[in-house]
């Protein structure tokens, strides 16, 4: 049951990464013009987008360590592959 489990996160991760498309809407890298036109976003959710990336940053050496000790049990540990640029699935078992 468990390998269904961490192959089904890692197949909605693989969507997910899919379809930003190469764009990295949570990284310093991303301008606020690019999400606007290539997103089309609005205001609303441009901010939105910019508090996450905020809270993002903040959490990235917790979610490291949770990552590093392979904590499969952790929701961090699946939660913070959306925000991994060049993201590959990981083999767990």
Request: net charge negative; hydrophobic share 30%; with cysteine.
């Amino acid at each position: 049951m468990v390998r269904e489990y961490q192959m089904g996160a890692n197949i909605l991760l693989a969507y997910f990464h899919y379809c930003n498309k190469g764009i990295y809407p949570f990284s310093a890298e991303c301008k606020e013009q690019e999400l606007t036109t290539l997103a089309e976003l609005d205001e609303a959710r441009n901010r939105f987008i910019q508090f996450t990336r905020s809270n993002v940053e903040k959490q990235k050496k917790h979610w490291e360590k949770v990552r590093q000790s392979n904590d499969y049990e952790n929701d961090f540990y699946y939660i913070s592959q959306l925000y991994e640029e060049n993201w590959m699935p990981q083999s767990t078992i």
